[in-house]
Each structure stands twice: as C-alpha cells, then as structure tokens.
Nanobody, 121 residues
Framework: QVQLVDTGGGLVQAGGSLRLSCAAS????????MGWFRQAPGKEREFVAH????????AYVDSVKGRFTISRDNAKNTVYLQMNSLKPEDTAVYYC??????????????WGQGTQVTVSS
C-alpha cells in the first residue's frame, strides 16, 4: 500500500502561481511513477502530469505544457507540481497519484485525497 497526502491548493488570481505537494508513505517511493490528475466541476478526471521514478521522464497534458512543472524528491518521498501562469480553466480538484506504470493511459492504483485549486479571473 502507498498512502498519499496532497496539499498546497488554494485561491489565486489568474496569472498567479501555486505549488502542490504530495507526501507519500508506505512502499518504496522511488519505485513508483508519480503524477497529478485533476477534476473540474461537471467534467471527467484528466491526467495532468507524471514523472518517472528517476525523475528523468516527464509527461504533461497539452493544456499545461510550458506552465506546469512536475518534480520529485525521493529523499523526502515527495512530489511537487509547480503551477505558473494559472488560468480560470485550471480550476479543479487536483489529485496526486502513484503507480508502478506510466500513468498517461491508465488509472493509477493509489490516490491522494485531493486539494482544491481555484483560479479567479
């Protein structure tokens, strides 16, 4: 089992920045892909970004490329999502996720509880 606790959401104006954090515990953190998904009201949950166990491989949904950066610190068992140039359409509940597999096209096995990000125009 992997337990994930995601934090860092909040209310920010368009153009602003937030950094989400996800602290993992349980099995060996460095064995897992880590990622972020989001779900806006009335929409399906969507993949946002992931990072491989080594940190050398990352992937992003097109709508956040150039604005969001995912990173991880295996010594702290933590993954981050730095979100810059936020737009109102980024408003959603953001969920941290973990899986041993590349999570672009799968439903990850482990999830955080979610943190609300609201971007005002």
């Amino acid at each position: 089992q992997v337990q994930l606790v995601d934090t860092g959401g909040g209310l920010v104006q368009a153009g602003g920045s937030l950094r989400l954090s996800c602290a993992a515990s349980g099995r060996t953190f460095s064995n897992y892909f880590m990622g972020w998904f989001r779900q806006a009201p009335g929409k399906e949950r969507e993949f946002v970004a992931h990072i491989s166990w080594s940190g050398r491989t990352t992937a992003y949904v097109d709508s956040v490329k150039g604005r969001f950066t995912i990173s991880r610190d295996n010594a702290k068992n933590t993954v981050y999502l730095q979100m810059n140039s936020l737009k109102p359409e980024d408003t959603a509940v953001y969920y941290c996720a973990a899986d041993t597999r590349d999570m672009v096209r799968i439903t990850p096995a482990y999830w955080g509880q979610g943190t609300q990000v609201t971007v005002s125009s």
